[in-house]
Structure formats: C-alpha cells, structure tokens
C-alpha cells in the first residue's frame, strides 16, 4: 500500500513564517517600579536618611536615641564638672560621687595626656567617708567601726585614651575621701556627693 500522505520536512515547520517582535522597552514601560530600578541596577541601593525619616515610627525612634545621648552626655558634663581633677602616673583623673537610685556611685573618668609617658596597669581605690563631728571620742578612738567604714576595689588602666570606671559604694553619706594608689604614686581627694 502507497501512503498518500505528505511528510512535512524537518526544515519546514508550520511556525517559520511567524516573527516575533520583542520589545524590551515596551515591556519595561509597563513593569512596576521595582522591576525598572531592577533592570536600571539601582534596586537595593537605599538611602540612609530616607529610611531613617521614611516612617514616622522611625523618626521618633532617632528622636528618642538622640535625646537620650544628650541626657547622658549632660549628666556626665554636670558630673565632670563638680567633680576633682587628679594627675597620677601622667593620666588626668576626674573623680566624681553621684546618687543613681537608691546607691553612691564613684565615677572615674581616665585621659591620657597627648605625648609623654603615661602609666598603665592596676590602680587601688580606696574610699572611706569623712569623719562624723558627731561620732563619741571613744568609739572614733577605738577603731571598731574603721574596718567598716573603708571599701576598696581595683581598676586597670589601659593604653586607651580615655576610660570610664564606675563603682558602686556600699555607703550612704555626703563627703568622702578616695585614694588613689599605683605601685609608685598615691593621691587623696575629697569629694561630695553631686547632684
């Protein structure tokens, strides 16, 4: 038997005459925002004081950061500003007593001079309160409450420039002596507390 059909040839398919037309720059007309800055290769690339300020969430967010540094940056001024400058082993040392809540915190604030030597390591700090005028002869004679009345603890001095030490002192009162020792120096000062 004969076949009466007609193969089509492989190089001729029915879909050869069809020309299809593409038009990127149509089609990106069309597209969203995202996908143009996607194919310009600008997608990703945010600015930082646009989302900073984009919502308002955010802004009272930086608002709530920046006025928290002030209060912070003010208070440690005020503190530094009532408190006593000490130069010992080169550093400059600003002491300051200040109240947080309901405890007495020594506040130490190291800078190290420009050029120079400066010493770094351990620093002994021993803080006793000034002598109560209303305390009997015999029990400021007898010594019984000298132990009590005495805290110590030990800072490390770095090669940094500045440093910030705080400790809590286990006292209540408003004047107080605090020495300051190194293997070659020693410093007394007299603080009150600040407000």
Do not use: W
């Amino acid at each position: 038997m004969a076949e009466t059909e007609n193969p089509v040839p492989k190089n001729n398919s029915p879909y050869n005459d069809t020309v299809f037309h593409y038009s990127r720059e149509h089609r990106l007309e069309r597209a969203s925002a995202d996908v143009r800055s996607l194919n310009e290769g600008t997608y990703g690339r945010t600015n930082v004081f646009k989302s900073l300020f984009a919502a308002r969430g955010n802004r009272f967010v930086l608002a709530a950061v920046v006025l928290l540094i002030a209060f912070g940056l003010s208070r440690f001024a005020s503190g530094a500003q009532q408190g006593q400058s000490v130069k010992i082993g080169g550093n400059t040392v600003i002491a300051t007593i200040f109240p947080l809540e309901e405890t007495l915190i020594l506040g130490l604030l190291k800078s190290a001079p420009e050029s120079g030597e400066l010493y770094t390591g351990a620093v002994d700090i021993v803080v006793r309160p000034s002598p109560n005028k209303t305390r009997t002869n015999d029990a400021a004679s007898s010594g019984e409450d000298a132990a009590h009345d005495e805290f110590s603890h030990r800072v490390y001095f770095t090669l940094v420039d500045a440093e910030s030490f705080q400790v809590s002192l286990p006292f209540e009162g408003t004047d107080f002596f605090v020495m300051l020792q190194t293997e070659h120096e020693q410093r007394t000062i007299r603080l009150k507390v600040g407000k």
